[in-house]
């Protein structure tokens, strides 16, 4: 069973930046594509960002491209995201994904996640 924890959320004025962690469980990295996603309230749950399948090249949703930065510490089996010059359309919970290596590399579906994180507040005022 796998496990992502999470951590990092909360208030920021508009321009400012926080910064996630998504801990996972071991052996996590090495079985299972990881991103984030995030879900804005009354809108549908969207894709933020990810690496590509060789774990190196990462991928960004248009609206973040510039801005967000995914990165990883696989010795730790922590997942980050920085997020700079946020803007109140960033607010949202925000998750962190894991989908079976074994899959199909489907990146940007939200049904296409097999974990889901609990989620994490992010709440950027203007």
């Known amino acids: 069973q796998v496990q992502l924890v999470e951590s990092g959320g909360g208030l920021v004025q508009a321009g400012g930046s926080l910064s996630l962690s998504c801990a996972a469980s071991?052996?996590?990295?090495?079985?299972?594509?990881m991103g984030w996603f995030r879900q804005a309230p009354g809108k549908e749950r969207e894709f933020v960002a990810t690496?590509?399948?060789?774990?190196?090249?990462?991928y960004y949703a248009d609206s973040v491209k510039g801005r967000f930065t995914i990165s990883r510490d696989n010795a730790k089996n922590t997942l980050f995201l920085q997020m700079n010059s946020l803007k109140p359309e960033d607010t949202a919970v925000y998750y962190c994904?894991?989908?079976?290596?074994?899959?199909?590399?489907?990146?940007?579906?939200?049904?296409?996640?097999?974990?889901w994180g609990q989620g994490t507040q992010v709440t950027v005022s203007s």
């Open positions: 690496f590509r399948p060789s774990g190196v090249t990462t």
């Open positions: 071991d052996g996590t990295f090495s079985s299972y594509f």
């Open positions: 994904a894991a989908r079976s290596k074994s899959k199909t590399y489907i990146p940007t579906s939200p049904s296409a996640v097999d974990y």
